[in-house]
């Protein structure tokens, strides 16, 4: 992430909202300064600075929950479960959670306060070559792997009732309409017809998961810390939008605006630490197998994410109808392949 610099006098107000909320880790000593951090659409980051010269991360969830997505609320919950979860398991290399504050005592809304990692995130250095790529995607594969033996309790987002299941059919489904809620709400153009049409068709691939894992779903670059001299990954961030599901929808996850073959490095690594992953390459029209199928559903359900966020996040700019166009066109053909 990097780092803004926001007014003096909101600055200096928030550290001493957040000093209160941090003054229980008395190990680390009085926070002396905090940094606002940048790279996320979605809550508010800060990096503490204390007098004994540790540093921590706080996020904080956003306040407008009127402009929340539907799988959105009390997503940061989610972050924490997935973190207390990984505190035994150190191969998943996220955070150590350091406190929880769900008062609104001091700050208007809830914050985490989670240990401070090495590294920087992938996607601060500068362009890799095709064999440094592959060195990353390599580590993320076995990263991944490790992180879908981890099974749950149930299908679907853990902090949204009515968006789980007790099969993963019966979730996505449920997750999915929530998407096509969404679009309807914000006035957002989507080809919902196609895309329940879509749905409806393979269910029967979506009822061959029988295990609900662990899906971290957001694996893009700006979640991924690095040694910038190594490459190897010292870190992994930003699991709010976890849920229990099929492990086969990370790889949509992690390549959101993607529409080709998972690179071979990932799938190579993932396999080789145990991961299934059995797909056509490429996928063919009226011949797609289960995994075929569901691969194509996730990424229907990524561009359609991607489509519906900009109502209630009010996006601006003029980079924001190119992003719109991309993520209809990707859209459109995987509808395609998954009606033909």
């Known amino acids: 992430m990097t ?42 980051t800060y990096r503490l600075h204390f007098a004994g010269g540790g ?4 996020k904080m969830a956003p306040t407008a929950t009127n402009r929340l997505m539907r799988y ?3 997503i940061l919950g989610t972050e924490e479960l997935v973190y207390r979860l990984a505190a035994s ?13 769900v008062t ?6 809830e914050v985490l306060v989670v240990s401070h990692l090495d590294g920087v995130p992938w996607q601060s250095l500068p362009e890799l070559s095709a064999a440094q790529q592959a060195i990353v995607r390599a580590g993320l594969g076995t990263v991944m792997a490790a992180l879908h033996t981890v099974t749950g309790p149930r299908y679907g987002y853990p902090a949204a009732p009515a968006l789980q299941g007790d099969t993963w059919l019966e979730a996505f489904t449920a997750m999915t309409g929530a998407l096509l809620d969404d679009a309807a709400t914000w006035g957002t153009d989507l080809p919902s017809a196609r895309i329940a049409e879509a749905l409806a068709r393979h269910e029967g691939s979506l009822a061959e998961v029988t295990t609900p894992r662990l899906v971290h779903t957001d694996l893009w670059e700006g979640n991924v810390f690095l040694d910038p001299s190594t490459l190897a990954i010292t870190g992994i961030i930003d699991t709010e939008r976890a849920f229990w599901g099929d492990p086969l929808f990370e790889f949509a996850g992690a390549d959101q605006m993607g529409a080709g073959p998972v690179p071979a490095a990932l799938a190579d690594a993932y ?49 924001l109808a190119g992003h719109v166009g991309r993520a209809s066109a990707l859209l459109d053909d995987a509808l395609d392949l998954l009606l033909a």
């Open 3 to 44: 780092t803004t610099h926001p007014d003096a006098t909101d600055l200096a107000d928030m550290t001493a909202r957040l000093a209160r909320v941090v003054a229980p880790l008395t190990a680390y000593g009085p926070l002396e300064r905090i940094e606002r951090l940048e790279g996320g659409m979605f809550a508010t």
């Open 55 to 58: 540093r921590a991360v706080a």
């Open 72 to 74: 959105e609320h009390g």
């Open 89 to 101: 398991r150190p191969q998943l290399l996220m955070p150590a959670v350091l406190l929880s504050d």
């Open 104 to 109: 609104r005592e001091h700050v208007d809304t």
């Open 271 to 319: 396999r080789a630490g145990g991961g299934t992953l059995d797909l056509t390459e490429p996928p063919r029209a009226g011949a797609l197998s289960p995994a075929d199928a569901r691969l194509l559903l996730y990424r229907v359900y990524m561009y359609t994410v991607l489509i519906v966020e900009p109502g209630p996040r009010a996006y601006e700019g003029e980079w």
